[in-house]
């Protein structure tokens, strides 16, 4: 495939991943404001992580049919083959992954860090296939480039850091947490290994942030504005 086409074609994979912002700004909105006439807010941890979980077994269900269907599968290949990776058709998608990560970063981690680790993933999985596609040269590890990862980390500093200075606004410690989190994000996006990046960025950069949060002795991680 020609590289305009391989990079339209990845443009639109990827304007379906911003989708997965749903997921950690109504996280974020049913935390941080109020049912008018009471205090309690709109969501809880646990609520929302319970909701999340219901949503990703439903779709395993969904995708298990699928799967062992013929005829869902076509169907199903036919409405989403624009936004399918070959691997997809007869595996599971990238939203399943998606939503697993998100279901278990929102069990495994502070709200806080569960919703920069998801956004780590939507921004900067998207800034490493735009800018691998486009201009990637360096290969790393194939087909991940030099410049792929360089973007995909200056997408998730440039996350990160609006969300997390206000956990100890002082420039080491904010620094600090971000370029853990956002490196952590990196090297996961671009190592070969099996395993979904939809699923391992957000864990891997969730544990990241907390040991650096650890490691600055930072105890209240509560959420911005």
Not at 26 to 51: C, D, H, M, N, Q
Not at 126 to 131: D, G, Y
Request: net charge positive; aromatic share 12%; glycine share 10%.
């Amino acid at each position: 495939m020609l590289p305009l086409r391989r990079l339209i074609r990845e443009l639109q994979r990827k304007g379906f991943h911003f989708s997965g912002l749903i997921i950690p700004l109504v996280y974020y909105l049913g935390l941080r404001f109020s049912i008018p006439g009471s205090e309690k807010p709109w969501l809880t941890k646990e609520t929302a992580t319970w909701i999340v979980g219901i949503g990703t077994g439903i779709y395993l269900v969904i995708e298990m049919v699928r799967l062992t269907d013929p005829t869902a599968n076509r169907l199903f290949v036919r409405l989403f083959r624009v936004v399918l990776r070959r691997q997809e058709v007869q595996g599971l998608t990238g939203t399943a992954y998606y939503l697993y990560g998100a279901f278990l970063s929102m069990l495994l981690f502070p709200p806080i860090v569960a919703i920069v680790a998801m956004m780590f993933l939507v921004f900067g999985d998207f800034a490493a296939a735009l800018v691998g596609t486009s201009i990637g040269r360096i290969r790393i590890f194939p087909p991940r480039s030099l410049e792929g990862s360089a973007g995909c980390l200056l997408a998730c500093l440039a996350v990160g850091l609006p969300l997390l200075w206000h956990v100890k606004p002082v420039w080491p410690v904010a620094v600090g947490l971000t370029a853990a989190g956002a490196v952590a994000a990196t090297v996961s996006e671009c190592l070969p290994w099996r395993m979904n990046d939809n699923l391992t960025i957000p864990l891997v950069s969730g544990f990241a942030l907390r040991l650096a949060a650890h490691g600055f002795g930072v105890t209240d991680l509560t959420l911005p504005w």
